[in-house]
């Protein structure tokens, strides 16, 4: 991974993130054939560990050299500022997927709908699960990725506080968070439900601070080398998890009386297994230049401009992907349906980044009509009355056209 210029946009990001989303949205709608060909099928790791590490990485590019004295207060509020987003997205999503799964119980005559995904606790005991809904405490199912998101920003100025003091410190108390997350089973409790989050923010949060740790060390002008030795460790596990899911070796003990943060597969806590996977293949990808050339394409690619529009293609792949699991259920399975839901969603997807880029080209070509008109001047009259104006000087002029650069900036 080197570091690029300023002016230009590495598109790898996006490129990779888009692949992430169009991942996840395969993988929310259980059961089509064409969730066998996610990679969650091919380690230990799925698409939710790919979104957050690059998340971290997108992180420490926005913010992490922008923390510094003078700066630490505005940082922050701007980080918490993206949380906010989040929460009001995840509601968003949340409460719209309630309108899906109940349209389909009304128009299809199908109850059973209101089973799926976390939803009958609120049919149940609706006033303890608005509460648990808007607290965070009561999350549905496919519906739990932003949630945790925001938590982990919330955290964010903490972490860009700690890495004034070095990455090893900063390393070092996320590890030790993750750790003692895991071993102690600690995280944000459910409500009304007995349990904790399905995605635990103080275990998740050190793959984000690994790949926002990454970030900064690229952005100060670091790299991070290829060492025969690591990449072939890496590759060897690579190897290993693929082999263990398709053969499959599930029922190989490898506790050895260790914890299960260290040797299980649980998602909760992000087990060691999990993370170690992607790292390795994140590790693989940075350092072997031709496997993460094939993401250098130009910016306005379909993938570079859907992973560039992450936020709301996430938020609309998540309402199609509930949708396709409400006609997965009231229609025969086939072929025919899962390729038209699939496809389908993943066009729509693409469509609406299409879309939003479009709005965005209009409103740059908008705001620069406007700070071009307010540099003309207005010519006077030919008979002008009274004495006539002196010529603004060039040094006039120049603060002129300053002030009316930074006059449009601030409008609102």
């Not at 949205?25 to 698409?47: C, M, Q, R, W």
């Not at 670091?222 to 072939?232: D, E």
């Amino acid at each position: 991974m080197s570091q690029m210029p300023p002016s230009s946009r590495d598109t790898r990001l996006d490129v990779f993130r888009a692949l992430a989303l169009v991942t996840i949205y395969v993988n929310h709608v259980p059961g089509t054939i064409y969730e066998n060909l996610t990679h969650k099928n091919a380690g230990f790791s799925d698409a939710a560990e790919a979104f957050v590490l690059i998340s971290g990485i997108a992180a420490g590019f926005a913010y992490g050299t922008k923390f510094q004295p003078g700066r630490r207060l505005l940082t922050t509020l701007r980080a918490w500022r993206r949380a906010g987003v989040l929460y009001v997205a995840h509601m968003m999503t949340t409460v719209a997927t309630l309108g899906i799964f109940a349209a389909g119980t009304i128009w299809f005559a199908q109850p059973s709908l209101m089973e799926n995904i976390n939803i009958q606790a609120i049919v149940e005991a609706p006033v303890e699960a608005l509460l648990g809904l808007v607290t965070l405490g009561h999350q549905l199912g496919y519906n739990n990725i932003l949630s945790m998101y925001a938590v982990v920003l919330l955290m964010l100025p903490a972490f860009l506080l700690l890495l004034r003091f070095g990455m090893v410190p900063l390393l070092a108390v996320s590890f030790a968070l993750w750790l003692g997350a895991g071993l102690w089973r600690v995280g944000p409790v459910s409500f009304p439900q007995d349990g904790l989050w399905f995605l635990n923010p103080l275990s998740w949060q050190f793959l984000f601070v690994i790949g926002l740790a990454g970030a900064v060390h690229v952005r100060r002008g670091g790299s991070i080398p290829f060492v025969p030795g690591l990449a072939a460790a890496a590759l060897a596990y690579v190897v290993v998890a693929f082999a263990w899911v398709r053969i499959p070796l599930w029922g190989i003990d490898v506790s050895m009386g260790l914890p299960a943060v260290l040797t299980g597969f649980d998602k909760t806590f992000l087990s060691a297994p999990r993370l170690l996977h992607v790292l390795a293949a994140a590790y693989l990808i940075v350092t072997i230049a031709p496997l993460n050339a094939m993401a250098r394409t130009d910016p306005r690619s379909p993938l570079a401009l859907l992973g560039r529009h992450a936020l709301p293609v996430f938020i609309a792949g998540t309402l199609l992907a509930m949708a396709g699991q409400v006609l997965k259920q009231v229609h025969v399975e086939s072929l025919t349906l899962d390729t038209a839901l699939i496809a389908g969603g993943i066009a729509l997807q693409f469509a609406l980044a299409y879309w939003l880029d479009w709005l965005a080209r209009l409103e740059k070509q908008g705001a620069a009509r406007q700070a071009q008109g307010t540099r003309e001047r207005v010519p006077l009259p030919a008979a002008w009355p009274g004495p006539q104006p002196k010529a603004a000087s060039p040094a006039s002029a120049a603060a002129f056209d300053r002030a009316a650069a930074i006059s449009s900036r601030t409008s609102l």
